[in-house]
């Protein structure tokens, strides 16, 4: 274990003092590891840093597991003196703020889109156990439910459902079919996939929802034709959007018949595919890059192969160049129950091509490879007269290993 923590975190971390601490000695009883991801600039992140703190002190105060729970926390801070005043305010351990390429390689192996963020880790493999620590501190301040390991979507949804006609529905009757988990809220103004639910008839969805009243709440389900989580029940709410780790809405979880996950995209996809020919939405290796998926691109690294016109005859060849790469990374890291390091995209010459090459300063050459890393603000390009399967995986290869240079974007 304690290989592995050097291995995620480096030898050293800091405490409050900015004394170091060797990483080596957080191993022995530690069975789970929580990140903290936030900065002293973001009131958001100074509110939830007490919640933490009384969180934390109870526990290893009261638990009698004290000694396998520790957390880190890594800042987003660019001014030092800020960042060790914050640090003095946490009972807990720090990464240290100069250590800048390991923050982003936690940030985007964790997938942070935004702080505060915390996550449970398994302290021995490094695997999210908790994707939503914000709401395990609201809701088990005491921490009674250690070690907060993810349930059976089954479990966690069971007891009754509520149709906009106020018929009431047992979540047994979500069983053996295919299921969309919905967190939304009456005041997105994204559209919801009703007209798509209307359509394939054949997944059933669930719905988790952030009104604000009871009313507002019974105005939106009166729009949907699915079943949804009463109001009232706040509990099995929060206990869906921790199953899930839901960090914005509005998000579509889509499972298989067994309540596997099959893809946390599902909006993107229904959005792109309203006549539901990819059903039920297995992830696809290589996307075509639009406005229903490029917010994908603030989720971590993404390849990106930008050719010369928007037209099938051009799309098609360069998704199969990819498709292999793609395919291999995806299922070597599936095996291992991790998001992959790398997503992968084909981009045309349109208008939401033209500005992500404005937004990262990219040229205006094509064929032109590229891994963007929005998080990091950074970039890095293969700039050839051809494209080849070749060239492509010795990008990746050479990108995965951090042999390549970033430039700023």
């Given amino acids: 274990m304690s290989e592995f923590l050097v291995t995620l975190l480096g030898e050293r971390l800091v405490n409050s003092e900015r004394a170091e601490v060797d990483v080596q000695e957080l191993g022995g009883r530690l069975s789970v590891l929580g990140l903290y991801f936030g900065c ?70 964790y997938r942070v889109t935004s702080i505060p963020f915390l996550v449970f880790v398994d302290a021995a493999t490094g695997k999210a156990v908790c994707r939503n620590g914000l709401l395990v501190v609201q809701d088990d301040p005491k921490g009674l439910e250690f070690p907060w390991r993810p349930k059976p979507f089954a479990e966690v949804v069971a007891g009754p459902l509520l149709r906009k006609d106020g018929h009431v529905t047992d979540s047994s009757s979500l069983d053996g079919s295919y299921v969309g988990v919905y967190f939304s809220a009456h005041w997105v103004s994204y559209p919801a996939p009703v007209r798509v639910a209307a359509v394939c008839g054949s997944p059933r969805s669930s719905h988790s929802h952030a009104c604000v009243s009871e009313d507002s709440f019974t105005q939106y389900l009166s729009e949907m034709p699915w079943v949804a989580v009463p109001y009232s029940d706040k509990a099995r709410r929060s206990r869906l959007n921790r199953l899930y ?39 696809r290796p290589v996307l075509d890059l639009s406005e229903s998926n490029a917010a994908q691109l603030h989720e971590g690294p993404c390849l990106v192969l930008f050719v010369g016109e928007h037209r099938h005859a051009e799309l098609e060849p360069a998704r199969e160049l990819l498709r292999p790469i793609a395919e291999k990374i995806l299922a070597n890291h599936k095996a291992k129950g991790e998001e992959p390091p790398l997503l992968f995209f084909v981009a045309g010459e349109d208008d939401m091509s033209d500005s992500l090459r404005d937004y990262t300063n990219l040229p205006e ?13 950074a970039k890095f390009v293969r700039d050839v007269e051809e494209v080849t399967a070749a060239v492509a995986e010795q990008f990746v290869s050479d990108f995965l290993a951090e042999k390549l240079t970033p430039e700023p974007i």
Avoid at 255 to 276: F, M, W
Avoid at 365 to 377: E, G, K, V
């Fill in 245 to 283: 780790g839901i960090q914005g809405i509005p998000t579509l979880i889509l499972l298989d018949t067994d309540g596997r996950v099959i893809t946390r995209q599902g909006r993107a996809e229904v959005l792109s595919d309203p006549n539901c020919w990819r059903f039920p939405w297995h992830p």
């Fill in 40 to 109: 002293s600039l973001s009131a958001p992140c100074r509110q939830f840093n007490g919640s933490l703190r009384d969180f934390y002190c109870k526990f290893k105060k009261a638990s009698e597991r004290r000694e396998e729970l520790e957390i880190v926390f890594v800042s987003s801070d660019q001014d030092q003196k800020r960042w060790q005043e914050f640090l003095q305010e946490m009972p807990w351990l720090a990464l240290h703020i100069k250590d800048k390429h390991k923050k982003m390689k936690l940030w985007n192996k």
């Fill in 365 to 377: 050459a094509a064929p032109l490879l590229t891994i963007l890393d929005m998080s990091a603000r």
